[in-house]
Structure formats: structure tokens, C-alpha cells
């Protein structure tokens, strides 16, 4: 019960903050929801690196992306169509797609992911939500 009046808390209030930002409920969803979701996981898997358990780290990474792709998707859609946004889509699918391929590749080779690789992932971030600021402020 408190997960459900939680979620319609926190959904309200970020299309709220959209409203008052004068930007859409998908730049939020990019952003603020996103970011709001997957705290757990990231402290999940903090704690996991931190305890020298990097499958753990790595899995939990990997599975909460598959559930969230697969089982959010398919059940929402199942209970109600999802409109797309194909321009936004677009953009998002084209850095979705970079980054799944640029983790893969850095798993590869030699099983590890570096420190300044994961410095790299942080920066592509920034930039990615540089540049939709940038597309949501007109530069």
C-alpha cells in the first residue's frame, strides 16, 4: 500500500515539477525519475564493490535493466498502450544503444571494467544530460 501511494506521490509530483520547469514529462522521466528509481540500485551495487563482490555489483546492474526493459514495459503495455514519442525515441534508442554497446565491449576485454573506463560512463552521462538541457533550453 505505501509503495502504491508512494509511486503516485513521487509520479504527480515530477509531472508538477515538469509543469513548473515548462519542460516535458519525458526530459523528467530522463532525469528526475530515473535518477529517483535507481538510487536503490546504485547503493546496491556500491555496496556490493565496496564488499569486493563485483557479480553481485555487476548483476545487479545488468538484471535491474533487464526487469525495468522487459517486465516494466511489457506489464505497463500490457495493462494500457504506451504512446512513443518517435522523435524523442530516437535520440534516446541512439544513446541507449552507444552506451549498451560501449559497457559490453569494456566487460570484454579482460573482464574488467577500469576505473577511468567508469570515469568514462560518468562523463558520457554528463554529456547526455548536457545535451538535453541544451535541446530543452533551445542552444
Known amino acids: 500500500i505505501g509503495l502504491y501511494f508512494g509511486s503516485e506521490w513521487f509520479i504527480e509530483g515530477s509531472r508538477?515539477?515538469?509543469r513548473n520547469m515548462g519542460v516535458s514529462?519525458?526530459?523528467?522521466?530522463l532525469t528526475v525519475v530515473?535518477?529517483?528509481t535507481s538510487v536503490p540500485e546504485l547503493v546496491a551495487s556500491g555496496i556490493a564493490a565496496y564488499k569486493l563482490e563485483p557479480d553481485l555489483a555487476l548483476g545487479n546492474l545488468i538484471g535491474s535493466?533487464?526487469?525495468n526493459i522487459f517486465l516494466a514495459a511489457g506489464i505497463?503495455?500490457?495493462?494500457?498502450?504506451l504512446p512513443v514519442d518517435v522523435q524523442a525515441l530516437e535520440f534516446d534508442l541512439w544513446w541507449m544503444t552507444g552506451i549498451a554497446l560501449a559497457v559490453g565491449l569494456m566487460m570484454m576485454h579482460r573482464g574488467l571494467i577500469h576505473r577511468w573506463k567508469g570515469v568514462m560512463l560518468l562523463l558520457a552521462y554528463l554529456i547526455y544530460i548536457a545535451w538535453i538541457g541544451g535541446a530543452v533550453a533551445g542552444i
Open 34 to 36: 530515473a535518477f529517483g
Open 65 to 67: 535493466n533487464i526487469f
Open 25 to 29: 514529462d519525458h526530459i523528467i522521466g
Open 76 to 81: 505497463s503495455a500490457s495493462i494500457i498502450p
Open 16 to 18: 508538477q515539477l515538469a
